[in-house]
């Protein structure tokens, strides 16, 4: 089992700047893949980013790249989604996930764990 908790998420204006973070417990934390999804009200569950086990394979959704860089501190279980120019469609619950695998995957169904979610609130 993986315990996931998600920090970080509050309001923010327009052009502005958050860094969430996703403490992990439980089983082995650097050999899991790790994600991070998020859900707008009346929305599906999207993928916005994905990282490996070794943090080298990194991928990003079209809309976040160049804005959003996910990191992780395998020392300190942790992985970091470090939101930049944020817009008000990046309203949403951010949810942090964690894959039994070395890659990280775009796909939510292919994560076996998740934590609770933050609220992340872009104020136009």
């Known amino acids: 089992q993986v315990q996931l908790v998600e920090s970080g998420g509050g309001l923010v204006q327009a052009g502005g700047s958050l860094r969430l973070s996703c403490a992990a417990s439980g089983r082995t934390f650097s050999r899991n893949a790790m994600g991070w999804f998020r859900q707008a009200p009346g929305k599906e569950r999207e993928f916005v980013a994905a990282i490996s086990w070794s943090g080298t394979l990194i991928y990003y959704a079209d809309s976040v790249k160049g804005r959003f860089t996910i990191s992780r501190d395998n020392a300190k279980n942790t992985v970091y989604l470090q939101m930049n120019s944020l817009r008000f469609e990046d309203t949403a619950v951010y949810y942090c996930?964690?894959?039994?695998?070395?890659?990280?995957?775009?796909?939510?169904?292919?994560?076996?764990?998740w934590g609770q979610g933050t609220q992340v609130t872009v104020s136009s």
């Open positions: 996930a964690a894959r039994s695998s070395l890659v990280g995957s775009r796909t939510a169904s292919e994560y076996d764990y």
